[in-house]
Each structure stands twice: as structure tokens, then as C-alpha cells.
């Protein structure tokens, strides 16, 4: 007799019931058919005995609804973010992949970052798109196109950059000089910093054979021990008699590259383990026993990845700039190597020494991206690195990037003081922090003065106010620690340097990977333009 109404119920009450139903079902990624649970029903009529539960139908209703509503406000947060700060900008990710579905329907996410007038960082993913058709460069940019117009509010004199995986559709996609007929302008156009260590990491795999070899070993046993279940019980036990807490063979990641040197990492802390295990175990012929000099080479290769890794993941961050960090971590990743090749020899020397060839190719990061905008002059412009990592070349060509940039084209500079306000992410996490804060603290040792500017005394051209400001900036570098937040430092001095902080404030939110697109397809909420 519970499924019937007993009275009348206040709307309001409703309402929210309803609201509340809506939100389970986002929160806890359930169906809509839930609503015709008998249990959740019960409950529902012990709490309230004159609600009435929705049906399935009514329930996808409101859940329609209510994505509209969150649609429109986040439509209408993003103009507000982009036309009060001034710079008109936006910095967006895309990256192909396959949906949950039963289908594995091809998906575009998509996601909008950008910096507001009070210099706070927000990063949304605004649509998953349902891919149909060819996906030609055309057809991505002009999918991208009406769902930035449609989802964020895009209007034409919106400067959109955008950072896409190395995928050759995105990459013709977002290319600056492709599809004008489209109608949508891109201006800083970059590749996912992450993915280029993952193909920079296979190719040197590729061209060191006998390290390839050792980690495919890792893999092949990996694999063994997820398909025998013999297996992992008599591995569990070897454990166990040794004394030690059972470890799984590999520590799990959601990263798509990452999974190699996760499972390297664990295996060399369960080498005696393993090894006990290929000596007492009747494995299969196929499976290839770990030698010594496997283990050799994966030492070598955990080591040299590890600060690859640590790089990748600082660079991953949602809520601070990432891209001013990418030339820092660069240069640290290939000064470690350098020091780790000079107490190597053999297969070690030959597998670091080809790592740090292939990082620093053109294929992958020329000069550590030091003259490639934007990233070296949001690396000038964060107050933990100025100009440390630059030559005076670097430098200058930094400073010229800034002055040409378009956020400059129809410039007014703002000279409104903003209210003191805390901030949320006024510090962040820098993984392996002990590493480039030590490479920092080095180069800041070395480089007490700035490399001198050639200044105008009485300037009045844009150039000159830039380099003028650029001067007066590096005068205060090192003076904000290597976990803090530049954006906390900006949102205080920005009076001061209005031009330099219109440029941060366009761009601080460029970020290094995709990462936040490619989230979409293992988070274990239900995005809502999903279904």
C-alpha cells in the first residue's frame, strides 16, 4: 500500500525530492530505471509517505532538465570569466576516444580553461561529442567550433588556443592555417606534453633492443599472473613464507603510458620474489625467465623514467598554470640524465644516453621548447623561474613573443585594483619537488642579475613598455617559492605590470597536456552531455 499517495505533499518538498533523485543519480553514475526499485521506493514512502516516485520517464525528464540548467550556467560563468578579464581568451583541449558504451562509440571531449579578472584558473569539460562520420580536420574543427558557440558562448573576437594529442586528424584540426573556411581562428596551437614523452619513450624503447626485451619480460609476466590464477596463489604464498605483506605484481594507474613504468617499478621491489618464483614454479615455455641483466636494465629504466613521470604528473595539474613549468622540468629532466649517464656503461649508458637524444630532438622538444611560445614566456613570467633557464637569445625571443602576441591587437590596459582575497590554490604540489627545486636553486645561485635589456628611457611604443616591464619584472625573480602559485603573485603585483599581467592572465591557463579531455573516458561519474 506504499506505492499509493496518502495526502497532499508541499512542492517545494517535491521539488527537491526530485532534485535529490537527480543528483543520486549523477553522483552515484546509476541508471535511470533505479527510480523503479522497490527498495529505494520503500524508502522513499518511510521518509515522505505522500511523495510518489517519479517513473523512469518523468525521472529522465527532470535529469534532462536539469543538465540544461547546468549547461546554460556554465555557458553563461564562462562569458562572464572571458569578457571581465579583458583578454577575451580561451584555452581549449580535445582528444579522441572510445565511450563506455556497448557500442565503444567514438568520442571527442572537449574542455574549456581560462583565467579570470581575479587571475583564478577554471577548467571544464563543456561536451563529449559523439563522433559520426569521417573525421577529417574539417569536420573536428567545425564540431569543435559550434560546440564552443553552443556550450561556452564563443563569439568571433574570442582568441581560442588549443592543445590536442598527437593524433594527425587533431593536429590538422586545431592548425592555425587550416580550414579558414570554418571560421574559427586558433592562435597558440601545441601537442599534448604527455603524449610526447609516451612516444618519445617508445621510440627509445624501439632503439634499444635489449632494454625493450627486459620490460617486455615485466609485461609478459604481468599478463601470466592476470590469466592464472594458479599462478598469483603460488606467487601470494612465496610471499607470505618470505614474510613480507602480498604485493600485487603491478600498482594500477588510469595513465596510458604510465603503466610500463609502474609495473617496472613494483617488479624491481618484488625481484626476490619473482625470482624465487621462476625457480620453483613449472611456468609455460612461452614465458621467459627475468636474467640478471634484465634486472639491470630495468633499474637503469626505472630510474630514468622516474623523473620523466614525476614531470608528466606536476604537469597535469587543473587549477594552476602547467604550460610556465614545462622548459623548467625539461631542462631538469635532461640535466638528471646527464648525471646519471656519467656512472653508466653498456646497455644502461647506451638506453639514458638515446632517451635524452630523443627528448631533445625536433621531433619532441627542440632547445626544451625554450624559444617556443607560449611556453617560454609564461616560463618568463612565473616569478619562480624568470629568466633562469634562458640565454640571452632565449630571453630576447621570450620578450618578442610577448610583444607580437595577439592579446595585444586592440590592448587597454587595466589598472583596476583587485580586493585582496585568499586563495584556494595559493600553493600546489610539485612532484618530486626535492629534484627541480635543487636544479632552481642552482641556476638562481649562478644568476643573481638579469641579462640586461636594451630599454627605451621615455617608452611610449608597446615594445618599449614591454621590455621596460620585462626589466622591472626580473628584479623580483626567486622571490616566490617553488610550490606556490604565480597566479597568488599576479592577483597582488598585477597593477604594476599591466601589460606583462594581460598576457599571463590570456594565457596562464594554456595547459600542458590534454589530460583533462582524456579523463573523460575513465572517470567513474556520469558526465552529463554523455548520455
Known amino acids: 500500500n506504499w506505492v499509493k499517495t496518502r495526502g497532499h505533499i508541499d512542492p517545494f518538498k517535491k521539488k527537491k525530492l526530485d532534485e535529490a533523485l537527480v543528483k543520486m543519480t549523477i553522483g552515484m553514475n546509476r541508471p535511470f530505471m533505479d527510480v523503479d526499485n522497490h527498495w529505494l521506493r520503500e524508502v522513499l514512502f518511510i521518509a515522505e509517505p505522500n511523495y510518489i516516485c517519479p517513473s523512469p520517464q518523468t525521472h529522465t525528464r527532470n535529469f534532462d532538465e536539469a543538465a540544461k540548467k547546468v549547461q546554460e550556467a556554465l555557458k553563461e560563468d564562462i562569458i562572464k570569466d572571458v569578457t571581465k578579464a579583458g583578454h577575451k581568451t580561451i584555452n581549449i583541449t580535445s582528444d579522441h576516444g572510445k565511450a563506455d558504451d556497448r557500442f565503444h562509440t567514438k568520442r571527442n571531449v572537449v574542455t574549456v580553461a581560462r583565467t579570470t579578472k581575479d587571475f583564478t584558473i577554471k577548467k571544464d569539460i563543456i561536451k563529449v561529442i559523439k563522433c559520426e562520420g569521417s573525421q577529417t580536420g574539417k569536420v573536428i574543427k567545425s564540431d569543435v567550433k559550434k560546440v564552443l558557440k553552443e556550450r561556452a558562448g564563443w563569439q568571433e573576437d ?4 588549443w592543445v590536442t ?4 586528424k587533431q593536429k590538422n584540426a586545431s592548425d592555425p592555417n587550416n580550414h579558414p573556411e570554418v571560421g574559427m581562428q586558433t592562435f597558440h596551437v601545441r601537442q599534448c606534453v604527455d603524449h610526447t614523452f609516451e612516444l618519445t619513450n617508445e621510440e627509445t624503447l624501439v632503439e634499444c633492443p635489449p632494454t625493450n626485451s627486459s620490460v617486455k619480460k615485466v609485461r609478459s609476466l604481468v599478463n601470466y599472473f592476470k590469466d592464472s590464477t594458479l599462478a598469483t596463489e603460488a606467487f601470494y604464498k612465496i610471499m607470505i613464507e ?9 600498482k594500477g594507474t588510469d595513465n596510458r603510458w604510465f603503466f610500463k613504468y609502474m609495473e617496472v617499478e613494483r617488479a624491481l621491489v618484488l625481484k626476490e620474489h619473482i625470482n624465487m618464483f621462476f625457480e620453483t614454479y613449472d611456468t ?10 634484465d634486472w639491470e636494465n630495468l633499474l637503469v629504466y626505472e630510474n630514468a623514467l622516474k623523473i620523466v613521470v614525476e ?3 606536476g604537469l597535469e595539474g587543473e587549477l594552476y598554470p602547467t604550460a ?20 653508466l656503461k653498456g646497455e644502461g649508458l647506451n638506453f639514458v644516453e638515446t632517451l635524452k637524444k630523443n627528448l631533445k630532438s625536433n621531433r619532441r622538444f627542440p632547445n626544451e621548447f625554450r624559444d617556443l611560445s607560449p611556453y617560454n614566456s609564461l616560463t618568463l613570467l612565473d616569478q619562480r623561474y624568470a629568466d633562469l633557464y634562458f640565454s640571452k637569445t632565449d630571453l630576447d625571443k621570450a620578450v618578442e613573443d610577448i610583444i607580437i602576441d595577439s592579446v595585444f591587437d586592440d590592448f587597454q590596459a587595466d589598472t583596476e585594483t583587485l580586493p585582496a582575497t585568499e586563495d584556494e590554490g595559493g600553493s600546489h604540489e610539485v612532484v618530486g619537488e626535492n629534484i627541480f627545486a635543487r636544479k ?27 621590455k621596460h616591464e620585462v626589466s622591472k619584472f626580473l628584479k623580483q625573480k626567486g622571490t616566490l617559492g617553488i610550490t606556490e602559485n604565480p597566479n597568488s603573485w599576479w592577483r597582488l603585483y598585477h597593477k604594476d605590470f599591466p601589460l606583462l599581467s594581460t598576457f599571463w592572465k590570456a594565457h596562464s591557463a594554456f595547459p600542458a597536456t590534454s589530460t583533462s579531455s582524456e579523463r573523460a573516458y575513465s572517470m567513474q561519474g556520469l558526465i552529463l552531455t554523455k548520455c
Do not use: C, Y
Open 242 to 250: 618470505a614474510g613480507v605483506d602480498p604485493l600485487a605484481v603491478v
Open 158 to 161: 574570442w582568441k581560442v588556443n
Open 311 to 313: 614531470a608528466a604528473t
Open 165 to 168: 594529442d598527437n593524433e594527425s
Open 440 to 466: 632552481r636553486a642552482e641556476l638562481l645561485a649562478k644568476k643573481r642579475s638579469s641579462v640586461p635589456l636594451q630599454l627605451d628611457p621615455t617608452p611610449t611604443t608597446l615594445r618599449a613598455k614591454v
Open 284 to 293: 609455460p615455455h612461452t614465458l621467459s625467465m627475468i636474467e640478471d641483466e
Open 324 to 343: 610556465s613549468s614545462v622548459i623548467p622540468f625539461l631542462v631538469t629532466i635532461t640535466d638528471e640524465l646527464s648525471k646519471m649517464s656519467e656512472n
